[in-house]
Structures are given as C-alpha cells and as structure tokens.
C-alpha cells in the first residue's frame, strides 16, 4: 500500500524513477565480487550474538524445512522478498532520500529504515543483517542507476541462505554451526573480493553526478 501511494507521486517516468533500466557492465561486475560479502555479514552476526545470545526458538540445530516448508521457504527469500526489498527501499525511497540528503547520507538512511522494518520483524539479529546488506545494496544502485545487480545479488544472497540452512558448504560459523565464528582462512578473501568491488563501485560513482545533482536519479 505505501509502495503503491509513493508510485503515484514520482514524477519521472515509473521505469526511470525506480531504476529498472539496463545496468553497466562494471555494475554487474562488481556485485559478482561483492557477493562473498555474506561471509562478513555472517561474522557480523556471530559477534551480535555474542552480546545479544539468540533465543532458544530461533537456535539452529533443529531438523532443516522439507517437502513443502522448503519450496514454501524458498520462495519466500528468493523469489518474494528481494523485489519487494528492492522496489520499495532502493527503487522508492532511495532516490528520494538521496536527492534530499546527498549521496551516502541518503543510502545510510534507507539502509536504516530496513533495518528498522526487519527489527520489527526479527529482533536485532534481522536489523543487523538488512541494515549492512541495504548498505551495499544502495551502494549498487546509487552507482549503477538501476536496481539489476542489487537485486541479483539480493536473490543469490537469499539463494545462498537457503543451502546455508542445509549445511551444504561446510563453513565454519556460516553454515556449520558447531562453530561460532568464521576462520580468517575464509573471511580475508571475502573482505578482499568484497574491497574490489567496493572499488568498482567507486570508480562508477566518480562519473556519476552527486543526488542533490541528479535530482536523485
């Protein structure tokens, strides 16, 4: 409903307005390096819940979703969230906070508004992970000017989270949970890939114009 009100105000053509235009090829480029990044958000969380401990009912362990929970469970944070996640924060709100605010203070802003919306949702461990994941993915649309590769990389991340909770790669303090923190064997080349394309995007922002600019777009 909020999405639907705010559509009716933009004053650009809708398409424009809320980024669903072709992206640049370094754009893609640095979402495909941006994406070990879970690893960090992962360890983020590990450390959150060293101060804040997870309640017992939302501890893993437990017998992993089946049949129709999982295709139910799949379709939820693969195919659900991430368009919503992406039209509503990046696609509404961003560029209307960017153009107010300027560039990082408006992505900090809507990255924060998700976190506030999943900590209403799922406690401060869900903040955590939307508040850092709405970082980096108002970083992609601010510097690409469209919402395709944060939106890939928000489908590969809730693709990823989903064989996460099968155990299917083994890691430390991701998705094996007899561990509570990743070894630095894995989270240094995370943060690595994760600075390349941080610099890419940098490098993309530079030939861009500032929101207060661009008008937000």
């Given amino acids: ?30 979402a495909l390096f941006l994406a070990p990044s879970i690893l960090l958000v992962s360890e983020l969380d590990n450390l959150l819940q060293m101060v804040i401990p997870l309640p017992d009912e939302l501890r893993g362990g ?4 089946q049949g129709l929970a999982l295709v139910e469970m799949a379709i939820v ?12 924060f990046r696609g509404l709100l961003q560029p209307r906070a960017v153009a107010g605010l300027g560039r990082m203070r408006g992505i900090v ?8 919306a999943a900590l209403a949702l799922g406690g401060p461990w869900h903040m955590q992970r939307n508040l850092t ?9 601010e510097c690409s000017g469209s919402l395709g590769p944060g ?4 489908v590969a991340f809730g693709a990823l989270a989903v064989l996460a909770s099968y155990g299917v790669f083994g890691i430390p303090g991701f998705d ?9 064997a894995w989270l240094l080349p995370a943060a690595l890939t ?15 114009p500032s929101g207060r600019e661009s008008g937000g777009g």
């Fill in 176 to 184: 094996d949970l007899e561990s509570a923190h990743t070894p630095l």
């Fill in 133 to 141: 994941l709405g970082l980096l993915f108002g970083l992609l649309r």
């Fill in 77 to 88: 944070a693969i195919v659900v969230l991430p368009p919503i996640q992406e039209l509503f």
């Fill in 194 to 208: 994760t600075g390349v394309g941080l610099r890419l995007c940098q490098s993309l922002l530079a030939g861009r």
């Fill in 1 to 30: 409903a909020m999405f639907a009100l705010g559509v009716t105000r933009l004053q650009e053509p809708p398409a424009q307005a809320l980024g669903l235009v072709l992206a640049p090829g370094r754009a893609w480029l640095a």
């Fill in 109 to 116: 802003v809507t990255a924060t508004l998700a976190g506030l």
């Fill in 151 to 154: 939106l890939v990389l928000n």
């Fill in 62 to 65: 437990g017998t992993p979703e």
